[in-house]
């Protein structure tokens, strides 16, 4: 993919437009990569498709690993005489943004309303749960649902993830388990089945993992050696970033810092399956947080704030010796605090980076992400999900910050050769970034389907060191057959 020059959309599943109160893998996203693949677009990016923890974020998962139940379509189960037409109909929910709330107590009960009627004797169900992929996944969730709170809490020896216990938890609790089992399952079949289409119209997926797990989750719980965690399992460092420009205490993520010592004992052996069930999952996969893998900083778990923390060496390119070719589907996010170390490791692992052009435009003509500075091996965004939309970022600019950026937009139109006449509103604004990106020497340029739109602050994905709001922007309708003709037409112009 990176060696030639292509156009990409970044919109997650759940932003899908569709009737069930998410979006789905049913109609609604084989509609969405009919409307890519028409319009000349070769790359669908999505966020993480794991089941959702804290906040709702595809970044804070129960397991790295999993699919979101939430995604499993309806529809779909109702065809597999799963689900009635009354209880289909009861799940259909208006338009518009994510209610989570909603979803957690409807969705599951649905899904146990399906699971009471599947064939248990299912010869694909029964070889899917004897792989195992999910089964340290399946008994956390048998166990939380049971027990209730952090795994911190629960009683020995299930605490410590001992053979026994977890044998005994999927014994006496085996119709729990299986109901965790189904609901991958189900998803798996879906995702499949989608994947496979977007293939067949020449559509590549570039998905997305977060370097840290979550501290509650079947991977900690599972592996607790592979953490820096305290005699009682709760955490002794964890993640986060120094103090900076932007917060003057840093920020504190919580998540629990790996021991990577003790991973490179074992020749890395959970990183590499962890990256090779992404790869399994997705053509192409986007590492969040790269400088980790460099330097990470680390916070005592105490700690109020992450001024405290120090700077500790990661393991590097070591992680990535047993991936052999599937290296050349790995994208770096080397976004924030980059220093020589990390362009090192990047450079020897040859993954290409991320230019974001609503970094581009301080004045500094030696600005990594201006259009003429960004080379071939990377992947331009006008902005990435943690942005703010194009339209939304200049809405909130000052008069005078807009007419300074205005300038520099219109003299790297001019650089680039592009002619389009920004205006004292904004006009124009959204489709020079749109330009930018595609006209760049990145062989992959994505835009968030917000900026094709020209939507504003309301459809913004997520801010960053929030909690409230976040990952609820959906598509009302499917992008109109106009808005996909103007995508197509740019995209041939510029040779994507």
């Known amino acids: 993919m990176m060696n030639q020059r292509k156009a990409g959309i970044l919109l997650h599943i759940s932003s899908l437009p569709g009737k069930y109160g998410i979006g789905t893998l049913g109609k609604q996203a084989y509609s969405f990569a009919r409307r890519l693949a028409r319009s ?29 139940p939430y ?60 792989e195992g992929e999910y089964e340290e996944y399946a008994l956390f969730m048998t166990a939380k649902t049971v027990y209730g709170g952090s795994f911190a809490d629960w009683e020995e020896p299930l605490k410590r993830h001992t053979a026994e216990a977890c044998e005994a938890l999927r014994t006496e609790h085996h119709e729990e388990y299986l109901f965790w089992q189904f609901v991958q399952y189900e998803f798996r079949k ?9 293939r067949k119209l020449g559509l590549s997926i570039v998905g997305d993992i977060p370097l840290y797990v979550a501290y509650d989750s079947a991977d900690v719980w599972a592996h607790p050696s592979l953490f820096k965690l305290d005699g009682e399992l709760r955490p002794a460092k964890v993640a986060g970033v120094p103090p900076d420009y932007f917060s003057e205490k840093g920020q504190l993520w919580g998540n629990p810092v790996y021991d990577w010592d003790v991973h490179g004992q074992s020749g890395f052996a959970w990183w590499t399956e962890r990256l090779r069930a992404a790869l399994r999952t997705y053509d192409f996969v986007r590492i969040d947080h790269f400088r980790g893998i460099d330097r990470y900083y680390e916070i005592d778990a105490a700690a109020e704030d992450a001024r405290g923390g ?3 060496d990661g393991p590097g390119e070591r992680l990535f010796e047993g991936l052999g070719k599937d290296r050349e589907r790995i994208i770096a996010e080397d976004l924030g605090l980059i220093d020589d170390g990390v362009r090192s490791l990047l450079a020897r692992t040859g993954f290409p980076g991320m230019k974001v052009l609503l970094f581009a435009f301080d ?11 960004i080379p071939a091996n990377s992947v331009v965004y006008t902005g990435t999900h943690d942005n703010d939309t194009v339209r939304g970022y200049i809405d909130g600019l000052a008069p005078e910050d807009y007419i300074l950026l205005r300038s520099r937009v219109a003299a790297a139109l001019e650089g680039e050769g592009i002619d389009i006449k920004l205006g004292a509103q904004g006009e124009g604004m959204c489709e020079a970034f749109v330009r930018l990106a595609l006209s760049s020497k990145a062989n992959l340029a994505v835009i968030p389907m917000q ?16 909690e409230r709001n976040n990952w609820q922007f959906r598509l009302k309708k499917q992008p109109s057959g106009r808005t996909m003709a ?7 112009i510029y040779r994507r």
């Open 310 to 312: 120090g700077w500790q």
């Open 40 to 68: 000349g677009v070769k790359v669908w990016q999505i966020l993480p498709l794991v089941q959702t923890g804290f906040g709702d974020s595809p970044y804070q998962s129960v397991a790295c690993n999993s699919g979101n």
């Open 363 to 373: 004045g500094n003509e030696n600005n990594d992400y201006l259009p003429k500075n």
């Open 71 to 130: 995604f499993i379509d309806p529809a779909i189960l109702r065809r597999e005489k799963l689900l009635t037409s009354a209880e289909l109909k009861e799940a259909v929910r208006g338009a518009g943004e994510l209610d989570y709330g909603d979803l957690f107590s409807a969705r599951y009960a649905l899904l146990r309303k399906a699971f009471s009627r599947f064939p248990f004797d299912n010869e694909g169900f029964r070889s899917f749960v004897k």
């Open 190 to 198: 879906q995702w499949d089945a989608l994947h496979a289409y977007c």
């Open 451 to 466: 900026d094709v739109l020209g939507y504003g602050n309301e459809a913004r994905m997520n801010t960053p060191g929030t």
């Open 486 to 492: 103007r995508l197509k037409k740019l995209i041939k």
